[in-house]
């Protein structure tokens, strides 16, 4: 099964739609995708409520693509290796 993220066009059509009033199932067979997919979406990208507010933040498509763009520059394997590690590792394998 393939996956594709969202567009920065999609969130736009998000909060849109998300505007009008549009149920977030109607917006996903709008866009062609899963509702789960919206669902995870406005979970993972909308304005956390501050102090238990009742007041709803709205959903803005820009601050979630900058949020989604920043959990993909940072997800990935880090290396455990230090510099001074690698360039001990490097030396040795080099005597071999």
Known sequence: MSYEHLSA???????AWLYDGISQTEI??????HRSTIFRE????SPKRINNSLASLPYRAT???????LRKKNCGTVTKASAKMIHLITKHLEMK
């Open 9 to 15: 066009e999609e969130r736009g059509k998000i909060e």
């Open 28 to 33: 996903a067979k709008r866009l062609n995708r």
């Open 42 to 45: 406005l979970k993972r990208n």
């Open 63 to 69: 601050s979630a693509n900058n949020v989604a763009m």
